[in-house]
């Protein structure tokens, strides 16, 4: 009977350990230090879905009422920064005016967490936190149509002039790197594979870039993004 139990005794010990890959995967601990079930690091976030920019002033009319739609890939460079480069169609209209605009803005963001929870979680370098920016603005073509009338100004080979024109539509395209600054979102995750996207541009005049001194449309100082996404 010794002898049996030393046996099985012997064979427990000298089983071959279970081998885990633990390649592309995070495994992270809760409050009572258990392990929770180790996840994808996602890489890469593809995302789509619909803008609504607050506070977007011009030039040419009042600040503008704006909706868009945008198509976005977001690579991970570091753990906890990233490279965003999107492909922005905007639609505005403002005081007799309308701006349909196709924008490339360009931006470098660094995640950070707040709060243990947050720092706990089972991502805890996911693409869904809070964030800084640095987001560069390109508009790859913006076509102005206004109401020809004596109190709105006239935009005129990039500037806006004080005196009546014989036009009233005006199309401007790849004024590149117009804009620079940096702003401050979280992006959130609902349910499976929606998003929300929450920024505000940093109103600090130093940390603001302006090519030009007059523009048919500044960066909305307010940005609320919602869509659906796919993680690689």
Request: glycine share 4%.
């Amino acid at each position: 009977m010794i002898r049996l139990f030393t046996f099985f005794f012997l064979m427990a010990h000298l089983a071959p350990a279970q081998v885990v890959d633990k390649k592309n995967y995070t495994i992270t601990y809760d409050s009572t230090s258990q392990a929770y079930k180790p996840v994808p690091d996602s890489k890469q976030l593809i995302k789509t879905g619909l803008n609504l920019p607050f506070f977007r002033q011009s030039s040419v009319s009042a600040p503008w009422k704006s909706v868009g739609v945008e198509a976005a890939i977001e690579h991970k460079i570091k753990p906890d920064i990233s490279l965003l480069g999107a492909l922005e169609m905007n639609y505005g209209f403002g005081n007799r005016a309308w701006l349909y605009s196709v924008d490339l803005p360009i931006s470098v963001r660094y995640y950070f967490s707040i709060g243990r929870k947050m720092k706990k979680r089972v991502d805890p370098h996911g693409f869904f936190r809070h964030y800084v920016a640095i987001r560069a603005e390109n508009s790859l073509f913006s076509n102005l149509l206004y109401n020809d009338n004596p109190f709105t100004e006239k935009y005129y080979r990039g500037q806006f002039v004080n005196y009546r024109t014989n036009v009233s539509k005006y199309n401007e395209a790849f004024n590149l790197f117009q804009y620079a600054y940096v702003q401050v979102g979280s992006q959130f995750k609902i349910k499976t594979n929606k998003y929300l996207d929450i920024n505000a541009v940093v109103p600090i005049t130093a940390l603001i870039y302006n090519k030009l001194e007059y523009t048919l449309a500044t960066p909305a100082y307010v940005t609320i993004k919602y869509g659906l996404f796919w993680q690689k």
